[in-house]
């Protein structure tokens, strides 16, 4: 982590020239199963970085482990492949070290919710401004095939040969619970969509956090079909603009409205409804937010895509940087470390 931090620190973080996403690919072989939605969420980023402005010295990418963990070594910026459900804690302290990187962190459902859900909640909780994108394949891909936080009851894995018990983790209103000010849902085939959430969320100035459904093709495959399949999708998802009547299917003539705050699905053109009954999505409303993503799991109910929340709260690294100099500042400087260490707080046992 030193030579990392070392190594950024001495960066020029100078633009060379206009970027495009081929100089975010790394010159080594990517090595996910041929189908994985890892390759398009890759691919995403890559074409949206070089339209942030910012130097490739001032990005890196700190990961996990598992599939999604594999990331850093097929971007061409820093990185640092860390320990199974830390990569979140690496980060945050990197952050604070050097608020002027902009850091991602791929992972994944198990990395992120499992081992990783209590670093997770607290970055949270924090703010820290880092963009986390978290691959949701409802399954243990890289172990071969274990049910994760996310699978569903009655899926059967190499772990639950007679079905998941389990109730599964709802990873976007666990983000809003636990505090993210930026949280979003996209699908890995959609890519025109998912680079718009990323870009979205490189703009956010605080916790990102997108969720993105990918498909496994080997332990977990066809589980987003209905999502993904251009025949069905109309009917179960719903696309979250801000600014927009939240309208879905075939021929758009489906509304989704509240009884009290419960979400109810109407047909636009039947009796005395018409689309200004349907809500007007508003990112910077968090109760909203929270209903929009506990319809998640209802079957009766479209799986909502988008931007659920983009709010802005005080950031931690910005925060605790800036009460830093102002104590030294107040202190006149600290000239000994060892009368720091040796101050008036302390005793003989």
């Not at 991602?104 to 081992?115: A, H, K, L, R």
């Not at 025109?192 to 490189?202: C, P």
């Not at 910077?284 to 802005?312: H, K």
């Amino acid at each position: 982590m030193e030579y990392i931090l070392d190594s950024i620190a001495n960066a020029p973080g100078e633009l060379q020239g206009e970027l495009n996403a081929k100089d975010f690919k790394a010159d080594i072989d990517v090595r996910w199963c041929a189908g994985c939605g890892d390759y398009a969420i890759l691919a995403s980023l890559q074409k949206v970085l070089p339209t942030l402005g910012i130097a490739k010295e001032k990005i890196c990418v700190v990961s996990g482990i598992g599939c999604s963990s594999r990331f850093p070594y097929y971007m061409s910026t820093y990185g640092f492949h860390s320990i199974h459900g830390r990569a979140l804690a690496i980060a945050s302290g990197l952050k604070f070290a050097r608020p002027d990187l902009s850091i991602w962190v791929p992972t994944g459902d198990g990395d992120c919710m499992s081992i990783g859900g209590n670093h997770f909640i607290h970055a949270c909780r924090r703010n820290v401004d880092l963009n986390v994108i978290m691959f949701n394949n409802q399954i243990y891909s890289l172990t071969k095939g274990q049910y994760s936080p996310t699978s569903q009851p009655g899926q059967i894995t190499k772990s639950s040969p007679f079905g998941v018990v389990d109730n599964p983790f709802n990873p976007a209103a666990l983000a809003l619970g636990a505090g993210a000010t930026f949280v979003a849902r996209a699908i890995a085939n959609d890519i025109k969509h998912l680079s718009q959430m990323i870009e979205k969320a490189a703009m956010h100035r605080g916790i990102s956090y997108i969720e993105v459904y990918t498909n496994c093709v080997i332990f977990n495959d066809g589980v987003f079909n209905s999502m993904s399949d251009k025949k069905t999708q109309k009917d179960c998802i719903i696309k979250l603009e801000n600014g927009k009547p939240l309208t879905f299917g075939e021929n758009n003539d489906k509304g989704l409205k509240l009884d009290g705050f419960t979400p109810v699905v109407f047909d636009i053109n039947s009796g005395n409804n018409s689309i200004n009954d349907a809500i007007v999505h508003n990112e910077n409303d968090s109760t909203l937010a929270y209903i929009l993503a506990n319809m998640t799991y209802n079957p009766e109910l479209p799986r909502p895509f988008g931007i659920f929340q983009d709010i802005q709260k005080p950031i931690y690294d910005v925060e605790a940087n800036a009460q830093i100099a102002r104590i030294q500042a107040e202190a006149g400087g600290i000239e000994d470390i060892n009368a720091l260490l040796r101050g008036s707080d302390n005793w003989e046992i």
